[in-house]
């Protein structure tokens, strides 16, 4: 049953290919629905993998395929082999069931776009890097997914590329990932240098073997290659501009695939990590850093899908403090909950858009609710569930997380709960200012530059959309409601997901303290009143007024000005440096040297012309002497 | 008396001199395309003598090698002569110094 894992990528792959082939002849929408079975076929390829992974026990439940040989170099040999173990398994099951939604909703989303095959085809391959990235055996494998993703989403991103945003977003995308990427290739060199093998297993069976010091730089480049991927601070301004792309593409990227990649790989160390304590604790600062900035950052946006991008930056910084704090199940509880709320909230902002003829400014919406009740619903419930309100999913895997970061130092704890307070609050505004208060919009068609769609031009009537989009939502809401049944607390018998994934991962290093029942207990309280209370915050102020200046400082806005100081420092620079070449390096060190030899060849010339007169006999009478002298000179030195 | 392969490398040395000083004291541009045909002839003489010293064919393949140079140079000095002659007449090799640097 195991031997189904070859399937989960290789069909998504193939269809891809069979859609750039044929896919223009088949039009919209059936390319969609090949696509979207495609991806439908590789969530029931995980589901039979997981079903044969179940059928065997504890460390037995890691099943390697083999399928050639990729690179024999000498004693460097890489397997292209895909390994299927609870954890990856877990993410297959999660990122091709959510992609599928996805697809789904794309068919009527992207409805009269004139790229329609080729939407899918990206979408498609995306799915596919995804899946190779999580069910490679080797961190080669996993690196091919990791730049398949990256370059598809490129595609995804500058999609609508008539658009000098979309296009600039997606080359951000790019550039800001081949950055961080130098970091994976970094760890992968100094993997094979101190183990000689880039294989998970042998990784993990010879990490005890190698110096510490190496270990910790080898789970911290691969941090630096997550950071760019999971979108963590510094780097994290490309996934804010990457809204620029069609909104599914977005939920693909925020939900499913791309950022939890860098989550993942961390995870996958994890036997690593948990040996390396120092990277660890790296990795629990940058993740605070991050959750903490981007949720300030996330309360201050205008746009419906800025705010989701910010969230989604916060709660990738959650996931990595849970990695960071030995806490390995909370993230990966996180990350699939997370990819069923984020989703959720994605769509649903693309319903919004798309009923609002795309619209996406918050403070030209108001009062949907009564118009697209079904929207408004999901959109709730993604509120509750990012914020982490009793029952809703997010509130057991944040509070496992938090639950980790309490058990290693208080201050992560504390920083993490003021954070949750913000997520709730933000959520809240995107939420009142959208379907609650006043009416801000005209039914009166705005005419946009560079709208491509077929409704662009018609009169706003925002309406709920069709089912091939309301019904991922409202399944995505279900998931979003009950998704925390994957890891209870209550009692161990319930902690379904640690047990499943307990052969995957390394040992944490113990806790500093281990919190007893009684403070769980108080420590979900003290979660669920931070949620209800920012959501309480955000109703009494947004739902009213959809003007408070004072409450959107512009640093927050530009989200404190990250991408400025990179602007300053690393493109001014940059610039400074082209211009120095251009006027001085180019005319007087490389003109200088290329003048220079002709100096010397016109020189020379001018001394030697004299010589040359032009007379026949006078030239062969030099020749006629040279070979004398030569022979002589040959003669002299034979001895003779 | 048997001719010894010393002999023939005399002759070509006797030869290749009179080439030699013919080009350099001449003026008459054809006597001196003719004195370098001699020199060629002189040399290849030389390399059919050590080829037979040392019992190798070397050498005598390098004589068809010389030959159609020489056949080569022919040609090409012939026709740079005949069009030199076709623009002035008599020409002497001191009053074609054009080619002065």
């Known amino acids: 049953m195991e031997h189904a894992v070859i399937f989960i990528p290789i069909i998504p792959l193939v269809s891809a290919l069979f859609l750039i082939s044929f896919g223009k002849k088949l039009g919209e929408p059936l390319s969609g629905w090949i696509a979207t079975l495609a991806v439908g076929g590789s969530f029931v390829a995980s589901v039979i993998t997981w079903i044969g992974v179940l059928g065997s ?87 091919l997914g990791w730049e398949g993703v ?85 780097l994290f301004g490309w996934l804010a501009d990457a809204m620029e792309g069609p909104t599914p593409v977005s939920a693909l990227i925020h939900a499913a695939t791309m950022v ?119 959109f709730f419930v993604g509120w509750m569930a990012i914020a982490g309100v009793p029952p809703f999913a997010g509130f057991f895997s944040k509070g496992d997380v938090l639950l980790g970061a309490y058990q290693q130092n208080i201050f992560i704890w504390l920083a993490g709960v003021i954070t949750a307070g913000l997520t709730s609050y933000y959520m809240g505004r995107e939420f009142c200012l959208a379907f609650l208060g006043k009416r801000r919009w005209e039914e009166k068609p705005k005419v946009k530059k560079a709208a491509r769609s077929s409704h662009a031009a018609k009169e706003v009537h925002p309406h709920d959309p069709g089912f091939k989009m309301l019904g991922p939502i409202l399944l995505l809401a279900g998931l979003a409601v009950i998704g925390g049944l994957l890891n209870l607390p209550f009692a161990s018998s ?51 007024k959809s003007k408070h200046p004072e409450l959107e400082p512009v640093f927050l806005q530009s989200a404190w000005y990250i991408d400025a100081t990179g602007n300053a420092v690393v493109a001014k620079s940059g610039t400074r440096l082209a211009e120095i070449s251009a006027d001085v390096i180019e005319p007087v060190v490389i003109d200088g040297a290329v003048v220079g030899v002709v100096n010397i060849a016109k020189f020379v010339g001018v001394g030697l012309h004299k010589i040359a007169s032009g007379f026949v006999r006078r030239e062969a009478l030099v020749i006629a002497g040279g070979t004398v002298i030569l022979l002589l000179a040959v003669g002299i030195r034979g001895g003779w | 008396m048997t001719v010894s392969v010393s002999w023939y490398v005399i002759l070509g040395a006797i030869l290749f001199t009179i080439g030699v000083v013919g080009l350099l004291v001449r003026r ?62 008599g020409a002497t090799a001191d009053d074609l110094s054009s080619m002065k640097g």
């Open chain 1, 494 to 544: 319930l902690k379904v997901l640690e047990h499943w994934l307990a052969p995957s991962l390394g040992i944490a290093p113990t806790p500093l303290h281990a919190a007893s029942s009684s403070v769980q207990w108080v420590l979900a309280v003290v979660d669920a009143i931070v949620a209800l209370g920012g959501g309480y915050i955000a109703f009494a102020i947004w739902s009213k």
């Open chain 1, 260 to 378: 939890t990649a860098g989550v993942f790989l961390m995870v996958r160390l994890s036997p690593l990590l948990a040996l390396a304590p120092g990277a660890a604790h790296f990795i629990t600062i940058i993740g605070i850093i991050t959750a903490f900035v981007a949720a300030a950052a996330g309360t201050s946006q205008n746009d419906i899908k800025k705010v989701l991008a910010y969230s989604t930056v916060s709660q990738l910084g959650y996931m990595f403090i849970g990695v960071g704090s030995g806490a390995y199940v909370a993230a990966i509880f996180l990350m699939v909950t997370h990819a069923f709320y984020k989703a959720l909230l994605f769509l649903s902002a693309g319903s919004v858009i798309h009923g609002m003829n795309d619209e996406q400014d918050l403070k030209a919406m108001g009062a949907l609710r009564a118009l697209m009740p079904m929207t408004a619903l999901a």
């Open chain 1, 150 to 234: 990256g370059v598809c989403s490129y595609f995804l991103i500058s999609f609508w590329f008539e658009r000098p945003k979309a296009a600039t977003a997606g080359k951000k995308a790019m550039i800001v990932n081949r950055i961080a990427d130098v970091g994976f290739l970094m760890a992968m060199f100094l993997a094979f240098q101190s183990i000689g093998s880039l294989n998970y297993s042998n990784l993990i069976s010879a990490a005890p073997h190698i110096s510490h010091t190496t270990l910790t730089a080898i789970v911290v480049l691969a941090f630096v290659g997550a950071m760019g991927k999971s979108a963590q601070f510094p």
């Open chain 2, 28 to 89: 008459n541009v054809l006597i001196m395309l003719m004195c370098i045909e001699l020199m060629l002839n002189a040399s290849n003489l030389t390399f059919v003598s050590f080829a037979r010293q040392h019992q190798d064919v070397g050498g005598q393949a390098d004589v068809f090698f010389v030959l159609v140079v020489a056949a080569a140079e022919v040609v090409v000095g012939l026709a740079i002569i005949v069009s030199i002659f076709r623009k002035r007449l």
């Open chain 1, 57 to 143: 026990h504890g460390i037995d439940r890691t099943f390697i395929q083999h399928l050639f040989t990729w690179l024999p170099v000498g004693s460097f040999q890489v397997q292209m082999a895909f390994q299927a173990d609870p954890l990856s398994v877990t993410m297959a099951l999660f990122v091709s069931g959510v992609s599928t939604l996805i697809h789904l909703y794309s068919i009527e989303y992207m409805h009269g776009d004139k790229d329609f095959p080729k939407f899918f085809i990206y979408l498609n391959l995306f799915v596919a890097s995804m899946l190779i990235l999580v069910l490679g055996a080797n961190l080669l494998i996993t690196f």
